[in-house]
């Protein structure tokens, strides 16, 4: 099993409205003979424990299975001012 993570867009090049400036993306890739399970099991950790929450998923024709997965990116802006 294969786990990519796509990180989100600089927030200083992206428009505040787009999509890829809100979310980083997960991809989860099975390959043909692993068990479906094993991969099921990756997806709830990761949903369960990581905040991800599952967008997308794809079976393909010789048995290989792609979950995309995708979590809210929250930007903190500092609230103190200290000075030195």
């Not at 786990?3 to 989100?8: H, L, S, T, Y």
């Not at 905040?51 to 048995?63: A, P």
Request: glycine share 8%; with cysteine.
């Amino acid at each position: 099993m294969i786990e990519k993570k796509i990180p989100a867009a600089n927030p200083l090049e992206t428009m505040p409205g787009d999509p890829e400036h809100r979310f980083e993306y997960l991809i989860i890739t099975a390959r043909p003979g692993e068990h479906r399970s094993v991969a099921r099991a990756a997806v709830r950790e990761h949903s369960e424990y990581g905040k991800w929450e599952l967008v997308r998923t794809c079976l393909y024709e010789g048995g290989g299975q792609k979950y995309w997965m995708r979590r809210r990116i929250m930007r903190v802006k500092p609230t103190l001012n200290i000075r030195a």
